[in-house]
């Protein structure tokens, strides 16, 4: 059995999510179950009311606006408590068309992808001006290097996850999880691929940023702060070997003089290039402190995996019936008799019977 849950992010949705639900698939070849995941991300229109009112099955509620990234994040969580094989984020503007979702499933279902995004087809699409497909597309380009996927529409919110991919993706910035996940499984080798998808003309102005400047400058610190939390030595190593070379230069100069009986006029280049050699020593020191971060972050990110994997065991155990707070309220699964007893004796507890 396969079950796909959709999520959709939603603020203030209420108007547009009639609409979006309405045109969401019913039957996708090789998915045996679909549901609905709605994320109240704060709303104040009653967005989870609508929601509720067209039979949704899983509403998440924040009780203040968190952004987009923190309502990707919860979806994600309560899709994987719920069951979900394979996860779908879409938008509920109705920006993405539904039945384009069995586009997005099907490599995944064919065990050829991990997560697939939907390419929007950004050079033509009429939906888009000239500024920002030159954007989309220049953004995609960077994104592409620092990622070492191919995916032509990088910032697309239309994509399919695996479950697998999914328990391994910690979206770690606040602004938005597309370029964060590329980048997170691009570095932990998951197989990401893109199809195209069609779009619907827009039904109001983009609420995740105010402006373009805003936009791309929030893409670029998180494209920046996602790299360098994987990538920090070979950053930090580059920067700390060009300022050394920078400051060889001056060095140089003054030892060529010095050579030539005349280097007391030139303890500046001296003094220059003893600074910046310094500076170089001192960043290459940086970059071997957040390389090991680095390592520590991934160690800890595969025990996070371990333990969701320990908590969906105990969670789905026939034996262990589970208590499940209001899903609204954001609460977890807790089997009953497990729920106040330290997880280091749950673990030992899974070990001895599998051992």
Known sequence: ???????????????????????????????????????????????AEVARSYGVKHIVRHRTNRGLAAAFRSGLDQALRAGADIIVNTDAD???????????????????????????????????????????????????????????????????????AAQQIYITTDFSYTTDMLIQAGRKRLAVTSVPVGTNAAARPSRLFKSIPSFIS????????????????????????????????????FLWFWFLGNGSGHLQSLVLGSAVVILGLL???????????????????????????????????PQLPAVRPQVENGGECRPADTAQRPLHQLINQRSEKTG
């Open 1 to 47: 059995m396969t079950k796909l849950i959709i999520q959709i992010p939603c603020l203030n949705e209420a108007d547009h999510l009639p609409d979006t639900l309405a045109a969401l698939p019913r039957q996708i070849d090789g998915v045996t179950s679909i549901e609905v995941l709605v994320i109240d991300d704060g709303s104040t229109d009653g967005t």
């Open 94 to 164: 109705g920006q993405y068309v539904g039945a384009d979702i069995a586009k997005l499933v099907a490599p995944i279902v064919g065990g050829k992808a991990d997560i697939v995004v939907g390419d929007r087809g950004v050079r033509d699409n009429q939906h888009f001006g000239m500024v920002k497909r030159q954007l989309q597309r220049a953004g995609s380009s960077v994104v592409r290097r620092l990622s070492r996927t191919d995916i032509t529409d990088a910032v697309s919110g239309f994509r399919a996850i695996s479950r697998l």
């Open 218 to 253: 929030s893409t670029g610190i998180t494209m920046v702060r996602v790299y360098l939390t994987y990538n920090p030595l070979r950053f930090f190593v580059g920067l700390g070997a060009l300022a050394l070379v920078l400051g060889s230069i001056p060095i140089g100069r």
């Open 283 to 317: 960043i290459v020191i940086v970059g071997l402190l957040a390389d090991l971060i680095g390592t520590n972050r991934r160690l800890i990110e595969a025990a996070l995996t371990k333990i969701n994997r320990l908590e969906e065991h105990y969670c789905s155990a």
